[in-house]
């Protein structure tokens, strides 16, 4: 069977994009690095190859290259940018330094129609970012497209059935950009649209089965959309050998452990444990201040507190988590060039030794994909529109050391916040909100009398996915609203600050 796309990732900023618009299309992607060993892309049988685009040039010393081998496989390939350069250069044709680095718009003339540029529309805006230009092309191909500064702006072999496109059709900003991945996949390599998540359930719900038989599953619930949409998935395949756990880190939103059991045990009706361990997490990230630290202690007492539910209750065998595809690109990176940021708890902060198996179905999903599934499977608005949380909670949103009334003040400023988010109707509006505290103080005035008091910080994001967001540009009255109220609501804050801050460069959480 043909497993849909596999895009080769030489480090470009839209990597990620390509595999979203490929899946927006129905057909299943997935990202490698572009050194992956060619019998891992055999095993995985792709129906079509995309090489991304990267910020090197092909004559580069470190350039990442692959074997010309794959493009011998017989697969359709496509290049985009650097792709296309790399293309090029495996057939020995020269790239070589544009006059002008193009960066921006241009127009796409289309030279010869063909089924790559099947109705794609004469003179469509394309949007490029390069360095280098092919001057160049190799032999069996033909150029179908140019723009004022590149002639040689796609190319295409049938008999190769290998195709590339200096400009990024992955990006909204390349107006025909979805019509040429389409052609690309239906016209030129026959894909089936099929991926949807209707049939990932069901495909999910027999491999889950398979896997674990009469097993039991330990989950732990965080109250985020993701791990409870994994319950319902888990419930519906192996019923009662599911063990959801919700665990007081006591690093929650403001009464969050209360309300999300009650809504877990009345509205969703699992039949889940509540574990109160807030005393513990407290104490291991005592005078703890350095943020790669706070996650690994947290990942280890998470799964000692784990541990603990399974002496009273028996034997597991499995884990699961609801681990997403952006996580796993950001802590593992799967894709060569980039590096690892964070260790998401989900993800690489846990500790090696866990005598259990680890189980994410959510492995190769974008979060608004989990989001379908969860109304699929019938969750309820609240759930599916809650922003999410980390796993290490506030702890990454105090910044140096962890103290219990540090989290107090947090809790209620973070309470004002999120409680105007909703009279203002923004909450859903957005992709997270949240306040963070900061170890500085600053001198204020509140009735005549001098404040000593901490800084906090307000941060709402905008994004699609987590991988990259903006921040939000919220309404004035909204903001002087939340921050008189912080201050004049919750003691020992006496100044709140906005982030002006997008990702990259920063990233949402501070820590
Ligand atoms: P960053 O801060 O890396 O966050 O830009 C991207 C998204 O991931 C969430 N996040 C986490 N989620 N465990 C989680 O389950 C974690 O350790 C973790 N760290 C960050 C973050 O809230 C944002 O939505």
Excluded at 133 to 144: A, R
Excluded at 163 to 170: A, I, M, T, Y
Excluded at 197 to 215: A, D, L, P, R, W
Excluded at 247 to 253: A, K, N, P, Q, S
Aim: charged share 25%; hydrophobic share 40%.
């Amino acid at each position: 069977m043909k497993n849909g796309v596999l895009i080769l990732d030489f480090g470009s900023q839209y990597t990620k994009l390509i595999a979203r618009r490929v899946r927006e299309l129905k057909v299943y992607s997935e990202i490698m690095p572009f050194n992956v060993n060619i019998e891992k892309i055999k095993n995985f049988q792709p129906g079509a190859i995309i090489l991304s685009g990267g910020p090197s040039s092909v004559y580069g010393e470190k350039s990442p290259k692959i074997k010309p081998e794959i493009l011998e496989l017989g697969i359709p390939i496509l290049g985009i940018c650097y792709g296309l350069q790399l293309i090029a250069y495996l057939f020995k044709m020269k790239v070589a330094p544009a006059k002008n680095r193009e960066y921006g718009f241009a127009n796409l003339e289309i030279v010869r129609r063909s089924r790559l540029l099947k109705n794609v529309k004469n003179n469509s805006k394309v949007w490029m970012s390069h360095g280098d230009k092919i001057s160049q092309y190799p032999e069996d191909f033909i150029v179908t497209g140019k723009t004022k500064n590149t002639e040689i702006t796609v190319i295409e072999s049938n008999k190769r059935n290998i195709f590339g496109v200096q400009f990024h059709p992955e990006v909204i900003h390349t107006k025909e950009g979805k019509k040429i991945i389409y052609n690309f996949l239906f016209e030129i390599s026959n894909l089936k649209s099929d991926w949807d998540m209707e049939n990932f359930i069901k495909s999910s719900i027999t491999k889950i089965k398979k896997k674990v038989g009469t097993q039991k599953i330990m989950l732990g619930l965080s109250g985020g959309v993701d791990s409870t949409v994994l319950a319902l998935l888990l419930r519906k395949s192996i019923g009662n050998q599911l063990i959801p756990v919700f665990i007081d880190t006591g690093l929650l939103r403001k009464n969050e452990y209360k309300d999300l059991m009650d809504k877990f045990k009345n509205q969703l009706n699992l039949n889940v444990h509540g574990v109160d361990a807030s005393k513990i997490f407290l104490k291991n990230l005592k005078k703890i201040r350095s943020p790669e630290r706070k996650r690994k202690i947290i990942g280890k007492t998470f799964i000692d507190t784990f541990r603990s539910v399974e002496e009273k209750i028996g034997k597991v065998n499995f884990f699961a988590q609801g681990t997403l595809y952006p996580d796993v690109i950001e802590s593992n990176s799967v894709s060569g060039p980039s590096v690892k940021i964070k260790s998401h708890h989900n993800v690489g902060g846990l500790p090696k030794n866990i005598e259990w198996k680890i189980i994410e179905p959510f492995r190769e999903l974008f979060k608004d994909e989990v989001r379908e599934i969860g109304k699929d499977l019938g969750l309820s608005e609240i759930f599916i529109n809650r922003h999410p949380f980390p796993g290490p909670g506030l702890a990454v949103r105090i910044i140096g050391e962890i103290r219990e009334d540090k989290v107090k003040k947090l809790q209620s400023a973070d309470e004002i916040l999120i409680e105007e988010l909703n009279n203002f109707k923004i909450y859903n509006k957005v992709w997270q909100a949240f306040v963070v505290l900061l170890p500085v103080k600053s001198v204020g005035v509140m009735g005549d009398i001098r404040t000593y008091e901490n800084v906090a910080v307000i941060r709402i994001v905008e994004s699609i996915d987590g991988m990259t967001a903006d921040w939000y540009p919220a309404p004035y009255d909204f903001l002087k609203k939340v921050a008189n109220r912080i201050v004049n609501e919750v003691k020992g804050i006496n100044r709140v600050t906005y982030d002006l801050t997008s990702k990259p460069p920063g990233t949402i959480e501070w820590e």
